[in-house]
């Protein structure tokens, strides 16, 4: 069965920090890879989404991600983190059977 | 405009009472979704119905039923409450064809 695994549950920075959080699925054929954010109280939001070509997928707020499929992975970073930036984020994978399976989730905290 | 719509934002029960939630999107999507996102935030998909027919069923117990009155409405009824059904409610919506999901704001179900 496919699964998404996300290793860090909670990850706190200070602001102008860098982030990257990993995430690594299981999954043998072709992928549709997503990175959700959910901001306290506030419903998901997709921040960025991979389906084919240039691995290195650029979303809103300055995120980014990148697609290795020798590492299964799809990596979410950020250059400087913001006070804003506190949410949980949720990285995704869409199975053949179109089921979109989400990983544990990683909750950011930002110190201003 | 709100693309997908829940309603009630917050619903508060006792143990053994049936409630409803309902969903509206207005994108023209035909493809609406539930997902539960339980205490230590991890979402996971219940139901999927595409033009009123229900495509994806999880292992979800029969207390939850869902109803597609037409392609933009998919409410959740759950009869006999149980504390375990304690949880956020997303709705989300999709093209059939599309990966992306787009997701309503979540109903925040306490049942005590």
């Known amino acids: 069965a496919q699964s998404v695994s996300q290793h860090n549950h909670h990850v706190i920075l200070s602001e102008a920090a860098s982030l990257e959080l990993g995430c690594n699925y299981s999954?043998?054929?072709?992928?549709?890879l997503f990175w959700y954010v959910q901001y306290p109280g506030q419903h998901l939001q997709l921040l960025l989404k991979?389906?084919?070509?240039?691995?290195l997928v650029k979303g809103i707020k300055g995120f980014e991600a990148e697609f290795i499929k020798s590492k299964f992975s799809f990596n979410l970073r950020k250059p400087s983190v913001q006070w804003s930036d506190t949410a949980e984020y949720f990285c995704?994978?869409?199975?053949?059977?179109?089921?979109?399976?989400f990983g544990q989730g990683t909750e950011l905290s930002v110190k201003p | 405009d709100t693309a997908v719509s829940q309603t009630p934002k917050y619903l508060v029960t006792q143990m053994g009472n049936d409630k409803s939630i309902k969903c509206e999107q207005n994108l023209g999507h035909d493809t609406m979704y539930w997902y539960k996102q339980d205490s230590k935030k991890f979402l996971k998909i219940m139901f999927s119905y595409n033009n009123k027919e229900l495509i994806i069923n999880e292992t979800v117990p029969n207390r939850f039923s869902p109803k597609s009155p037409d392609k933009a409405h998919l409410n959740l009824h759950i009869n006999s409450l149980e504390l375990g059904d304690s949880a956020v409610y997303f709705c989300?919506?999709?093209?059939?064809?599309?990966?992306?999901?787009?997701f309503g704001p979540g109903t925040r179900l306490t049942v005590t």
């Open positions: 995704a994978v869409l199975s053949q059977g179109g089921k979109l399976i």
């Open positions: 989300a919506s999709s093209q059939q064809e599309s990966p992306s999901r787009y």
């Open positions: 999954y043998g054929g072709t992928v549709n």
């Open positions: 991979y389906f084919s070509g240039d691995p």
